[in-house]
């Protein structure tokens, strides 16, 4: 099994892989569905709408389990 990539600190956009609410509630991401502003720092990845903070977790976990794009600034 291939690790998941490693999420360098900066700012990206997360989008969950479930196509449902449902889904993502089961899985446990119903707080980032359908996707969210996610800022890495120190390996670890905090999640934003709204400009609130809704939910976190390791950053190996995130690159595993979310599909993630790097915000260009």
């Not at 900066?10 to 899985?27: E, H, K, M, P």
């Not at 120190?42 to 995130?62: I, L």
Request: aromatic share 10%; with cysteine.
């Amino acid at each position: 099994m291939d690790m998941p990539k490693k999420l360098s600190d900066g700012d990206y956009i997360a989008r969950c892989r479930q196509a449902t609410l449902i889904s993502a509630t089961v899985n446990g991401h119903s707080q980032v569905f359908p996707q969210a502003h996610m800022t890495v720092k120190d390996g670890y990845a905090t999640f934003f709408k709204d400009g609130k903070e809704v939910w976190g977790c390791n950053a190996v976990y995130a690159a595993a389990h979310f599909d993630v794009d790097v915000i260009q600034r």
